[in-house]
């Protein structure tokens, strides 16, 4: 297998889960990975998830294309079963928090003073209500993490390449307060139609929340360019996987 070339800030990795992508900033900070299509996220791949980042258990969510927050605190019992929510902020080292995505931007935080974390499933409906911010904002919040001090990975999602959408997403993103000349920067239109490049508009999103833009990295992998690797559910439809970025709180 050929693997599809990453920036110098990310690496990939043979590993237990199978092959796994990294981002060097970030890992220097906690322990994080994001899954290709070799592992098929069952039970026991979650439990070889949270092993590889040293910890005790994978917390993952019942996804629903939002910016709700769910947060995971250090001595307090983990949530039951699946919580309903996009967006997953912990300082329990002992958990794996982890979001599930097939084209959707997931993207993993991290403090560099106090290691907590946050992952984030963020599809063009958790972009247009600003998942990433309310990530870095239920970090502040809750753990203290000034957006200055974050470090962020955006790992393999859909891209601007690929991304054929409709007016009514324009709209969405306009409905939803966006400033207009960064609507006109993330919708591309080639050959009379649009297409959508997600991990900018969460780079920016990122960037007007407080976090600075050289501490953002994103691996810049379209999902529907490397079928090989990553899967796709615009490519690939029902017959799609799903992978997972995940990462856990500094011990």
Not at 1 to 17: C, G, K, N, Q, R
Not at 119 to 132: E, K, L, N, Y
Not at 136 to 156: E, S
Not at 188 to 193: D, S, Y
Request: one cysteine or more; aromatic letters at 4%; charged letters at 20%.
């Amino acid at each position: 297998m050929t693997l599809p070339p990453v920036p110098e800030s990310f690496s990939w990795t043979e590993s237990p889960a199978g092959l796994v992508l990294t981002c060097r900033p970030l890992d220097a900070v906690t322990p994080h990975l994001f899954t290709t299509r070799q592992l098929q996220l069952t039970a026991d791949d979650w439990r070889r998830v949270a092993g590889l980042l040293g910890a005790r258990q994978a917390v993952t969510l019942n996804q629903v294309h939002g910016r709700d927050v769910v947060v995971v605190r250090a001595g307090a019992p983990p949530p039951v079963g699946q919580p309903t929510g996009d967006v997953l902020v912990s300082d329990d080292p002992a958990a794996a928090i982890a979001v599930r995505a097939a084209d959707c931007a997931p993207l993993l935080l991290a403090d560099t003073r106090s290691g907590a974390a946050a992952a984030v499933h963020a599809g063009w409906r958790g972009t247009a209500a600003g998942a990433a911010a309310a990530a870095v904002d239920a970090l502040r919040q809750h753990f203290g993490a000034a957006p200055g001090n974050l470090i962020v990975a955006i790992g393999p999602s859909i891209g601007a390449c690929c991304y054929e959408v409709g007016s009514d997403v324009v709209d969405a993103f306009a409905a939803a307060g966006h400033p207009r000349h960064l609507v006109d920067r993330w919708f591309v239109v080639r050959n009379a139609r649009l297409y959508l490049d997600v991990a900018g508009a969460n780079r920016d999103q990122l960037v007007l929340a407080g976090v600075p833009d050289a501490q953002i990295h994103d691996c810049r992998l379209c999902t529907a360019m490397h079928l090989d690797v990553l899967t796709s559910y615009r490519a690939e439809r029902e017959r799609a996987g799903r992978m997972a970025g995940a990462i856990r709180a500094r011990a």
